[in-house]
């Protein structure tokens, strides 16, 4: 396939599949299909019906935007409808995001999409930025990206004590969200120069701990977080799948009781 080119669906398959790191006879048995036949799909050598491009895209675990790239490829209409989040039909989403990011409060909590663009934030991570940077997070939706945000010598980089270490799990995490968010995978195109010179590999060593915690230099002292995240669990349209809650919590209790001082709590 040539740059700007279009992917066919059998190259896409065999792009998602190889993802996974299963074999054409591990997809086959998992569709009820047989080895040849996706072989044949994969080459172009069949066309697949839009029913088995459903069931390999679950099989795979395909993104919503990625099943519907699939359908696309094959000429066949799209499995998820895309709204934006200001739709009126989103009310009950917007509200569920609104939740998650107060209840959080007064520990951090954010909402991303899947290229690390901020969304919305809770006051808790406004208080944290602006304690660290003398600015906090009162910016247009989309306008500020996280990774950027941590990678930049402008931005949270001298403020993260483990930089390399924080730094080594951004790029293992986010280059694989990147294969299947184009869009993702060109911005971090763009922020190449500022990864750390060596990255290490993820499988090599034995972690120190269970969670890895960022550990922050900041005029009440040095904090640290651990982050979970929570995405909705039956999305029905890209937008509802593509959004992410992180939610930090303190790794310790001095952590805890700075967080809880900033909020005159």
């Known amino acids: 396939m040539t740059v700007g080119q279009v992917p066919s669906s059998g190259e896409l ?7 996974q790191r299963l074999s054409q006879l591990d997809l086959a048995l998992r569709v009820g299909a047989s080895q040849r036949h996706l072989s044949f799909l994969e080459t172009g050598r069949s066309s697949a019906s839009r029913g088995m491009l459903i069931a390999l895209a679950d099989a795979l675990g395909m993104s919503p935007s990625g099943c519907n790239q699939l359908l696309l490829a094959s000429g066949f209409a799209p499995r998820y409808g895309q709204r934006p ?7 009950p989403v917007r509200q569920a995001l609104q939740h998650l990011l107060e209840v959080h409060d007064p520990y951090p909590a954010w ?10 934030a809770n006051r808790g991570a406004d208080r944290l930025v602006a304690s660290i940077t003398g600015r906090g997070l009162a910016a247009p939706p989309g306008s500020i990206n996280l990774l950027e945000a941590i990678l930049h ?5 001298h403020a993260i004590e483990n930089f390399d ?6 790029y293992h995490q986010a280059h694989a969200e990147a294969a299947q968010t184009p869009e993702l995978a060109r911005l971090l195109e763009r922020l190449e120069p500022l990864w750390p010179a060596a990255i290490p590999d993820k499988s090599s060593g034995t972690p120190r701990s269970p969670v890895l915690a960022t550990r922050l230099r900041a005029p009440t002292g040095r904090l640290s977080f651990f982050s979970t995240f929570t995405t909705f669990g039956t999305p029905l349209d890209i937008t509802v799948a593509s959004l992410r809650v992180e939610h930090q919590f303190p ?4 952590t ?9 709590t």
């Open 165 to 170: 270490e924080v730094a080594a799990h951004l």
């Open 85 to 91: 989040l200001d739709d009126q039909e989103m009310e």
């Open 256 to 264: 805890r009781r700075a967080m809880r001082e900033l909020a005159g």
């Open 111 to 120: 909402v991303l999409d899947p290229c690390w663009n901020l969304l919305q």
């Open 153 to 157: 010598e402008q931005g949270l980089r």
């Open 13 to 19: 398959l065999r792009q998602a599949r190889r993802s």
């Open 251 to 254: 790794a310790d209790a001095e």
